[in-house]
């Protein structure tokens, strides 16, 4: 009786327009809803980006470029950041994490600000001095600026880093997000991360960037041995996870972090198994990460923001493997290769993915 209830209940469920497979794919439709073509533009680059060997695929990332992933692949990032919470709670259970080192950013030339908007509807000579005030500041301009690369009407909306606000107008903004504030003193790339946390040894009071790296079960089992403190350019990982070398040895130089050894920590993403590969940092690595950002750097500072050209060594139309590899192939090979400006680009990009 029980099973050909529920046989009948399947043949009507089949046939109802509410049943079947909404469950999965409104759950995959949000996840990749969510995910914009376009990020709004920034000023810096991204410190897990550090690997990247070109600057002209750095520089159209900075530009907001972005290819969203079927929702079953932002269910495996999003799955990565679990994992890598539940390592923070459990090393500040075992007293090995650094408090609050979960928060601290690695960044070069500025730091991550908050911004604030001008709220309407202020007396008009009040709003006057507020904007006059502003308009001698460099680099909250450079602010007013960014967003599409162009000065804004007067009138339009108006932000400014809370840091440079004077106290006696704070009533009048409102938060408005987060932008990159360059250090006008530093002679850095403007690059921005943020660290997964830091360790302290028992055995020797010692402190240890640590990163959290969740990967396949198969990428798992073809990881090299563990090994303890080595040049981060001569661990076995470089093979297969360049990267994520790259990433860490950034942020261990990073002047806001500044710590000489690191680990990255894998995990299985099946049966959570680990593996640590500690990591002294490396100069040459550091010089040649550098070296390509400030390559990149001056075309997204500029006003408006520009691609870069495309460097000597790469070549998107032929067998380069790092072109092969790169997501923005398609959009790199039909602009100039010399570069061109933002508003060019988001309409190259129109014709190809709408
Ligand atoms: S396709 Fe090649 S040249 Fe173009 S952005 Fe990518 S890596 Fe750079």
Redesign the pocket.
Known sequence: MTASLLKGEKIVASSSPVSGSWLKLVLDETLEREQPLWNPPQRYFRGSDAGN?????MS?KALGHSVPVPARVKRIFETGNAIEAVNVKAASRAKLLVEGSQQRDASYGGTLRIIRNLISDLPIAQERDIRQHFAKHDTVLDVWFAGKGKASEPRTKFIVFEHDIPQRWWKYFEFSGLRFKPDEESDDPPIFGHIDLIVISPEDGVEYLCDVKSIRQEMYRNLPPEHGVMLAGESPLMKRHRKYIEQLNGYMFSPTIDLEVGCLLFEAKNDQYQKEYWLRRDPKMQAEMLARHRVAAPYIQMTPQEVAP??EE???ERG?E??VA????YI??RLSAEGCDYDEMRATDKELRG
Do not use: E
């Open positions: 060997l070109c600057p002209r695929s159209m495309i460097p790469r070549n998107p380069d790092i072109c790169c997501n923005q192939r790199c090979r």
